[in-house]
């Protein structure tokens, strides 16, 4: 079997990877290949996975949904060509009998269908949360617009999710799984794989015990049980505004050090290995941190990076790290975040986060709100940078809080083990799809 993995965005690229790994695994494993519509792939490219079309870093890096003057940066920088040259490697691939997986939203999704292949549909962009409670009720504050066809999938995702070429759909979370259903779209509850491949390397915690325990043990009816604290800092990984919600989520950590002189804090910043680190330690060194040589680091660092930067300012300690994304988020109690997958991922994990609106292009003020609404509970929406220590005291007060969070984030992510589900179903709808018998066995 040839089997065509679409994808539109970074993070979509590697859900879509993680999904290749699980099917590569497979008794029946099918040769794969992928197109990335965003951006260069290199999640595919890393994991040696074939690219057969052109691809192209575009201006607005995918968001162009926030803002026409976006979509028409990538016009001008080649949008139109690449989006047809693509278009075209896709019905050859179709022709020659092969199937397609779509992750992302409505963009691959619709190349699929066009394409007249057999396909499947993982949806990471939508879900019933934005417009819904827990029991399916519209909320009362959803904007007048909003559900207007019953759904936050639209009449036309809808029907491209219900033709018969469509073999499977998977939503991100139940609750959208049970909406779609009503349609008589094929979709399985396989969970999301967001919340694959978090595991942490380091066993220990950062708890005064030094011994690892489930996270919401960590806290009491009077609060956090120990007086250290750790604190994950997410500033996204889109240049140049993940340098600009750096200055921000800096700027909120002095108020946590004005405000916290009585506990041990360390901050954990997990950066995107995309970025450069110079312009985010020049922000630390403005703000009075220091970099600490190796004979002044601690004897075990939280996280399993030895190349991490450690900053000192009295006697706080703040760890840059590019590579020990999944410690920072295991080991962390609570996180500062201008991010969207990143959070998303700690917020599963049964944790809070504190976001601040940043200047865009991604992490806008729509976009923090909408996300607010997506993760529920779990996220604690503030505007100044300024309020971020005064809502960490508030949560630290608030263990009914804590404990609804704790059971919030799985509920609303899912657990590990998406990518395997998906791979599998995947694999048994297409082998029982009547458009695609033959071509199977032939691999």
């Not at 036309?156 to 909406?179: G, H, I, N, Y």
């Not at 201008?338 to 940043?358: D, N, S, W, Y």
Request: charged residues 20%; aromatic residues 10%; hydrophobic residues 40%.
């Amino acid at each position: 079997m040839k089997l065509l993995c679409l994808s539109n965005g970074h993070g979509e690229d590697a859900i879509a990877v993680r999904i290749c790994q699980e099917l590569q695994q497979l008794s029946s494993s099918p040769k794969i290949a992928a197109l990335p519509i965003v951006g260069e792939g290199r999640a595919y490219i890393e994991r040696g996975i074939t690219i057969i079309a052109p691809t192209q870093k575009m201006p607005s890096g995918g968001f162009v949904y926030m803002d026409w003057r976006q979509l028409w940066r990538d016009v001008q920088g080649g949008l139109l060509g690449l989006l047809w040259q693509q278009f075209q490697a896709v019905q050859a691939f179709a022709q020659e009998g092969g199937a397609i997986i779509a992750v992302g939203d409505i963009v691959p999704l619709f190349f699929a269908w066009l394409s007249g292949a057999p396909y499947v549909f993982v949806g990471t962009a939508k879900s019933e949360y934005y417009l819904r409670d827990e029991v399916k009720a519209f909320r009362s504050f959803k904007r007048r617009w909003e559900g207007w066809s019953g759904s936050v999938y639209l009449p036309w995702e809808r029907w491209l999710m219900s033709r018969p070429q469509c073999k499977a759909v998977f939503p991100r979370d139940s609750l959208t799984t049970e909406v779609l259903q009503q349609w008589s779209i094929p979709a399985f509850d396989m969970g999301n794989p967001m919340m694959d491949d978090l595991e942490s390397l380091i066993a220990e915690s950062v708890s005064s015990v030094g011994e690892r325990e489930n996270w919401s043990g960590r806290f009491s009816l009077t609060g956090l049980r120990s007086e250290s604290l750790s604190v994950c800092l997410l500033p996204g990984s889109r240049t140049p505004e993940a340098y600009e919600n750096w200055q921000q989520i800096t700027s909120a950590v002095g108020g946590i050090l004005d405000s916290f002189r009585d506990r041990t804090v360390l901050f954990l910043a997990a950066i995107a290995p995309s970025l450069s680190l110079d312009p985010l330690k020049e922000t630390l060194e403005n703000q009075g941190w220091r970099l600490r040589s190796a004979q002044f680091l601690p004897a075990k660092l939280p996280i399993s990076d030895p190349t991490a930067l450690v900053f000192a300012q009295g006697k706080y300690q703040l760890i840059l790290t590019q590579k020990a994304f999944a410690d920072c988020l295991q080991a962390a109690d609570f996180a500062i975040a201008m991010a969207g997958t990143a959070t998303e991922q700690f917020v599963g994990l049964g944790k809070p986060a504190i976001t601040i609106p940043g200047k865009g292009p991604q992490f806008t003020y729509a976009f923090a709100e909408a996300q607010s609404r997506l993760l529920g509970p779990s996220i604690l929406l503030v505007e100044k940078p300024r309020l971020v220590a005064q809502t960490l005291k508030y949560l630290l007060k608030n263990p009914d809080r804590l404990q609804l969070i704790a059971a919030n984030g799985p509920r609303r992510m899912g657990k590990p083990g998406a990518s395997r589900r998906i791979a599998q179903c995947l694999v048994e709808q297409l082998k029982n799809s009547s458009l695609y018998p033959l071509q199977w066995e032939q691999r």
